[in-house]
């Protein structure tokens, strides 16, 4: 199983970026899918889920940002975020809960990314 995550780089506060993380080696569309992140010496953060049934759920800090969204024919997990702020600045990490239905707790996830490093700058 492979999620290789994509879209991350550097922009100015205010701009907008839009994360890819495909998955491949196993049935995407049972899975809940979930965007976490971890800044430099900070743990890490729930950013954002989606399930099988497409309900999604969002961390306090990205609420009315960032938008997470699938596309289980490409095996693809998307997470669009606007309005980007220094705060923001972290590597992400795309995850695969194959057993718990609308999960967003890092434990509840099984497979992970190798990461995307996105930098705010302010």
């Known amino acids: 199983v492979q999620l290789q995550a994509s879209g991350g780089g550097l922009v100015q506060a205010g701009d907008s970026l839009r994360l890819s993380c495909e998955v491949s080696g196993r049935i995407f569309s049972s899975d809940t899918m979930g965007w976490f992140r971890q800044a430099h010496g900070k743990e890490r953060e729930f950013v954002a889920a989606i399930s099988e049934t497409d309900t999604t759920n969002y961390g306090d800090s990205v609420k009315g940002r960032f938008t997470i969204s699938r596309d289980n024919a490409k095996n693809t997990v998307y997470l669009q975020m606007n309005s980007l702020n220094f705060e923001d600045t972290a590597v992400y990490y795309c995850?695969?809960?194959?057993?718990?239905?609308?999960?967003?707790?890092?434990?509840?996830?099984?497979?992970w990314g190798q990461g995307t490093q996105v930098t705010v700058s302010s």
């Open positions: 995850a695969a809960s194959p057993g718990y239905s609308g999960a967003i707790y890092s434990l509840e996830f099984y497979y």
